[in-house]
């Protein structure tokens, strides 16, 4: 089934440094949304996109949407402890939401 | 306010059992969806209900069905379950306007 390229699937990083990652499509999305999954929880939604270009922040996590509408990025500044966990991106084109397959982030402390 | 709630946490089924997994949400979304989460798998669309009366497959619908009982609530049925329907289920609900996608916090399964 289709699913979003979403890298890298998984990172180790000292506390205090700064984290990137992006998902690619090869389709159209219309909105971008970016979430956070502990384990044994559901994904918890961190941030939403719903213009080409747009660029947003919560905190110390911001995510952009991609000018041709097929990528988004998400990066973490001074990452911490807590920021432990899988990473999600998901577009959708109208009532569909299509996932990636996560990105697995450590810190060490 | 509970948002989106599913039952049951947890189920344990032999080969060829039946069940449904029920999942509620109290936030007046109209569209509500299922997803299956497997090891390295991210999530993957089972069936989803753009509106109250429709339902529509997603990425992996063989071996479920669904029922769209009314607004609040969207149930997913495994009529003769498999090993391979061993996952995570997770459901989730989105209103009109701003989208965001809520989930519940999933129903575990095993399929003996």
């Known amino acids: 089934g289709q699913q979003l390229n979403q890298s890298p699937q998984s990172m180790f990083i000292q506390e205090g440094e700064d984290v990137s990652m992006n998902c690619t499509s090869s389709s159209i999305f219309n909105t971008w949304l970016w979430y956070k999954q502990d384990p044994g929880e559901g994904p918890v939604l961190l941030i939403a996109l719903y213009k080409a270009g747009e660029l947003t922040s919560n905190g110390r996590l911001t995510a952009q949407f991609g000018i041709t509408r097929k990528d988004s990025f998400l990066n973490i500044s001074a990452s911490i402890p807590s920021d432990v966990g899988i990473y999600f991106c998901a577009g959708s084109g109208t009532y569909k939401y299509i996932f990636g397959t996560g990105t697995r982030l450590k810190v060490l402390a | 306010n509970a948002g989106v709630t599913q039952t049951p946490k947890f189920q344990v089924l032999k080969t060829g059992q039946s069940m449904t997994l029920q999942c509620a949400q109290d936030?007046?979304?109209?569209?509500m969806y299922w997803y299956r989460q497997d090891p390295g798998m991210g999530l993957r669309l089972i069936y989803y209900s753009a509106s109250e009366g429709t339902t529509d497959k997603g990425e992996v619908p063989n071996g479920y069905n669904v029922s769209r009982l009314n607004k609040r609530e969207f149930s997913l049925r495994l009529e003769s379950a498999a090993p391979s329907q061993t996952s995570v289920y997770f459901c989730?609900?989105?209103?009109?306007?701003?989208?965001?996608?809520?989930f519940g916090s999933g129903t575990q399964l095993s399929v003996l």
């Open positions: 936030m007046n979304h109209n569209s």
């Open positions: 989730a609900s989105i209103g009109q306007g701003r989208e965001k996608l809520f």
